[in-house]
């Protein structure tokens, strides 16, 4: 939750990571099958709006942080034991659907990188149960432009750390 409403989205293209992703930033696109059945789709929704995926994956969030929802305002922290770097993030897109959930959150201000992640978990007519990740992002500190293409490799691995969340794995 936000304790500085003055943080500003860092970025123009708000909803992007939903549809073509712009151009002048680094795209990813991950996937996975994560099971079949009603019960399966409903826990890795879940795991996913509580915000346990990003937990498991080895971001701190806020205990009591409220599940996700359009305005909410999160800190992320990550790094290693007590080196710890903040990542605000604001949720512009919740979806709800009977076969599909998921949301999408922005960069906001003193965020490393500046763009957009869309977190889903889709249930297809046959049942199969699939997380998707996708982001369009660009450096947005002098740290992550010297990290260069490590940056990205991070960003891709802690994609599928969330998406082995998702599965319960």
């Known amino acids: 939750m936000s304790d500085d409403a003055g943080r500003a989205l860092t970025y123009p293209e708000v909803g992007a990571s939903r549809g073509t992703l712009p151009a002048g930033y680094r795209h990813l696109k991950v996937e996975r099958v994560l099971g079949s059945g009603d019960a399966t789709f409903r826990a890795a929704a879940d795991r996913l709006l509580r915000w346990d995926m990003h937990r498991a994956a080895g971001l701190r969030i806020a205990p009591g942080t409220p599940p996700a929802a359009v305005g909410l305002e999160v800190r992320l922290e990550f790094g290693f034991g007590p080196l710890r770097l903040p990542a605000w993030c604001r949720v512009v897109d919740v979806l709800d659907e009977p076969d599909?959930?998921?949301?999408?959150?922005?960069?906001?201000?003193?965020?490393?990188?500046?763009?957009?992640?869309?977190?889903?978990v889709e249930r297809g007519t046959d049942g199969v149960v699939r997380g998707r990740v996708?982001?369009?992002?660009?450096?947005?500190?002098?740290?992550?432009?010297?990290?260069?293409?490590?940056g990205h490799l991070?960003?891709?691995?802690?994609?599928?750390?969330?998406?082995?969340?998702?599965a319960g794995t």
Do not use: N
Not at 154 to 161: I, K, P
């Open 100 to 120: 599909t959930r998921g949301f999408t959150y922005g960069t906001l201000t003193g965020h490393p990188e500046i763009g957009e992640e869309t977190f889903l």
């Open 134 to 150: 996708v982001a369009f992002s660009r450096h947005g500190r002098w740290y992550t432009k010297i990290a260069g293409p490590v």
């Open 154 to 166: 991070v960003q891709r691995r802690t994609a599928q750390r969330y998406l082995d969340a998702l």
